[in-house]
């Protein structure tokens, strides 16, 4: 439907003429931060500048619809929105373009994200959730193009479940599902392939999620005509349009200048998401960019006069101060002087930041000069650490790099020596660089107590028959007891649902536990992973089915850039304890084999990853994570679930320890360390290997994330004095990375008799068919001739060269 400007009549003068002065002292607000901030870069204060200039008046109308519960899923150009729900002030506006670290001053990310990246705190300091009906939120912001489109599928879905699933603990994340999910997108942006796979699976759930749609003609500095069929969205989409017969989308259009317009659109969108769950897209035209798309260019450059004439005629802050004097809401003298006040507030909410932002630093600063200054009394290189100081002193406006440089340049000059004074520099750098670092670097992983690494290992329990059943079973079973267990944990995926996944793992679950808890999705797998952010970030544990570990890499963007970097960019304010479910590893064929380890451990720090060789393993890690409160993914053996296991009595309840090697044979020759499907073939050729006489020590890694915390494997090393890394990656890849951490990280070459050597597949993907993969990834003999072979250069006599 379209929204006319002809709506501005509907609204009453006397009723709206406080807010609509408010409104413009919002707007103008914003836009003086805006351009203040750009100056500020151009400075060099500041390193980058991306601002929501010319986007003021539609945030300002879709805050007036936002309400307690809500959240956003939006970009970098939403600040008049943050302002106008009094969630940005511009002195945080300012600390966050300067990077500030403390949480307080810059809430956004303690300056881990640049300026212009939003959110609100879901958690208390301990980690446990605040009330989340209660206040306004936004799930923190990422830069990549289009990257919140996922997730905020799954915040609008939260909704969903919450009002349609019975039994589940709502209390501190929704009010019958009355809440809506509001996504915003520069028009360029939905050129993305995840904007039209979150719109497609948006309308297929019905889920209450209003998007907007920026259109200001460009992106970047490319025009819309090269972005954008018909160089329109809504048209494009119109074929999702609902109708009386059909479900759908409801399409509203309004002009991004157009106040009253604005209102009405967003006031209709979010009645029609709120009450009816149904998606609505909201195309917003006519805007403009008034500086451009960020501070690494000017718009002049490609925009032409009658462009850039176009965007000043239309600049929505320029058409709302002349409509409102057109209708003599306010004076021109009126509306100025608002205007000088706010310019002066803005200048001094950045003069404060600024101030408090090198307050720290210049206090350090003096600690540190009067530190080399004695230092250098007693040094024989006194000239060389005046020097330093001195120009460190020429440092007026000092960053904590500055510092960190002149006091270890300093220790140079010091060796050799020994005094007091020099003590007091390294003690003074040590505790510097400690407390430096954990500002950047902390919350990667979580932080509190009931961390999955934290929760106690519980063995499996088993009945003096022990029954021996496929793997898939147990999976099955023990599933059935955390549905029961958790009322709010539910898993999705393709296959999930009716069938109960490919492999039957959840077998029955779905005519148990009913469509929303077990659900079957589309074929989609990055918004199945938005699916599971958003649902997690209100307080649902969702498990979110990847079917095979090689179409993970639909959704790796997702994963990396919005799941793992989130406990980390938010510094410990929000959480998604997402679960992803998948299977890989030595099927057969290119596409159903999948173990890309090494690229997925080092994409996804800030994840758990577990490969277990199992599926009591398997389960148990499940039991565990569902114990904590962080995101993982757990790969399960794609050809183990017809392996025969015994079955645990305790099901539900035994966990797999995260961070934990397990010794499955000892030995005294050689450490072997394994994971997965791969760990069977070493056990095997183990058995063989005692035939020749090697006795070979069997570890699995278990957890590859993080892998080893205890240093258990260390212990095998000082014992066997020798080290084969295998695994069915690439060469350099995971095993490349176990070495490392073997080697390296627990110091394991000191006790080495023999270079340590890794066992991989080949380059490739693994050819199909039997032959296919004996002739790919590693196989019985190659684990026994290259152990041989390393025995066999250890001591040639007892074992002759075997080829």
């Known amino acids: 439907m379209d929204v006319s400007s002809k709506t501005s009549n509907d609204i009453s003068f006397e009723d709206f003429k406080e807010q609509i002065i408010n409104d413009y002292e919002i707007a103008f607000l914003s836009r003086t931060c805006s351009l203040l901030g750009r100056k500020e870069v151009l400075t060099g204060k500041a390193k980058f500048g991306i601002f929501g200039d010319g986007k003021e008046l539609p ?74 009906t209660k206040q306004k939120n936004s799930s923190g912001d990422i830069s990549c193009t289009a990257g919140q489109m996922p997730r905020l599928l799954g915040l609008a879905q939260a909704s969903k479940v919450y009002r349609n699933q019975q039994g589940l603990d709502s209390a501190k994340f929704s009010v019958n599902g009355n809440e809506i999910a509001w996504g915003t997108i520069g028009n360029a942006s939905t050129s993305e392939g995840m904007f039209f796979e979150t719109i497609n699976a948006a309308g297929v759930l019905q889920v209450p999620m209003v998007i907007s749609v920026w259109d200001d003609e460009y992106g970047i500095s490319v025009p819309a005509k090269f972005h954008t069929t018909k160089e329109n969205i809504s048209e494009i989409l119109s074929g999702f349009q609902r109708t009386e017969n059909e479900k759908g989308y409801e399409i509203l259009r309004v002009k991004g200048w157009d106040y009253t317009a604005l209102m009405h659109a967003y006031e209709n969108a979010a009645d029609i998401a709120r009450q009816e769950h149904v998606p609505v897209l909201i195309h917003v035209s006519e805007l403009t960019q008034p ?76 600690v540190l000069i009067n530190i080399i200054e004695k230092a250098a009394t007693k040094s024989a290189n006194k ?12 440092v007026e406006e000092p960053l904590r790099k500055d510092l960190a440089i002149s006091a270890r340049k300093s220790l140079r000059y010091l060796l050799g020596e020994n005094s007091q004074e020099k003590q007091n520099l390294i003690q003074w750098t040590a505790k510097f660089l400690k407390e430096s670092q954990h500002k950047y670097s902390s919350h990667l992983y979580s932080e509190n107590d009931n961390k999955a690494t934290n929760v106690t290992a519980i063995s499996p329990e088993y009945n003096d028959d022990e029954e021996q059943v496929d793997g898939r079973v147990i999976l099955r079973d023990n599933f059935d007891k955390l549905f029961e267990k958790y009322p709010n944990t539910l898993i999705f995926g393709e296959d999930t649902g009716a069938i109960g996944d490919v492999n039957q793992g959840l077998e029955g679950m779905q005519e148990k536990y009913g469509k929303i808890r077990v659900a079957d999705t589309g074929i989609r797998e ?33 994963l990396t850039d919005d799941l793992a970097t989130l406990l980390y960019r938010t510094a410990g304010k929000q959480k998604a304890p997402l679960i992803i479910r998948t299977r890989g590893h030595r099927l057969e064929g290119i596409w159903h084999s999948g173990s890309e380890m090494g690229g997925l451990i080092h994409l996804l720090r800030g994840m758990y990853i577990l490969a277990p060789r199992n599926m009591t393993q398997a389960a148990g890690f499940y039991n565990t994570l569902l114990k904590s409160d962080e995101p993982a993914l757990v790969i399960e053996s794609l050809n183990g679930y017809r392996l025969k296991e015994k079955k645990p009595k305790n099901l539900g309840e035994f966990c797999t320890p995260i961070g934990k090697v397990e010794t499955i044979k000892e030995g005294s020759d050689i450490t072997l360390v394994s994971y997965g499907s791969t760990l069977r073939i070493v056990q095997k050729a183990a058995k063989e290997l005692i035939e020749v006489g090697i006795s070979a020590e069997i570890i699995d890694a278990q957890t590859l994330l993080p892998f080893d915390i205890k240093m258990e494997v260390l212990e095998s090393v000082k014992k066997t004095n020798r080290l084969l890394v295998i695994d069915e990656d690439v060469p350099g890849g995971c095993s490349a990375y176990l070495l490392n951490e073997i080697v390296e990280k627990q110091g394991a070459f000191k006790y080495l008799d023999s270079t340590p050597q890794t066992l991989s597949a080949k380059a490739h993907r693994p050819a199909y068919g039997t032959d296919g993969d004996y002739f790919s990834k590693p196989n019985r003999e190659d684990i026994f001739e290259k152990v041989y072979a390393i025995m066999h250069e250890v001591n040639p006599d007892d074992y002759p060269k075997l080829r």
């Open 291 to 366: 500086q451009g798309h960020s501070t690494s260019g000017s718009h002049e450059r490609y925009k032409d006069n009658a462009r850039l004439e176009w965007e000043r005629d239309h600049d929505c802050n320029k058409r709302f101060k002349e409509w409102i004097i057109e209708s003599g809401i306010a004076t021109t003298e009126e509306l100025e002087s608002i205007e000088k006040r706010i310019k002066r507030t803005v200048r001094e909410a950045k003069k404060q930041a600024w101030d408090e932002y090198l307050k720290d630093n210049l206090t350090e600063k003096s």
């Open 59 to 132: 945030q300002l109308a879709m805050a007036k619809s936002f309400k307690n519960g809500d959240f956003r899923s939006g970009y970098y150009r939403d600040q008049t929105f943050m302002m106008a729900l009094g969630l940005l002030q511009p002195k945080e506006f300012f600390h966050a373009l300067y990077a500030t670290t403390d949480i307080e001053k810059e809430p956004m990310s303690a300056g881990r994200q640049m300026g212009g990246h939003f959110l609100t705190h879901s958690l208390n300091a301990d980690g446990s959730w605040k009330d989340l």
């Open 383 to 394: 000239n060389f650490l005046n020097k330093l100081k001195n120009d460190l002193i020429a």
């Open 526 to 558: 990055t918004t199945i992973i938005g699916q599971g952010i958003g649902m997690a970030l209100r307080g649902l544990r969702p498990i979110a089915e990847i079917q095979y570990l090689d179409y993970i890499f639909y959704a790796l963007s997702t």
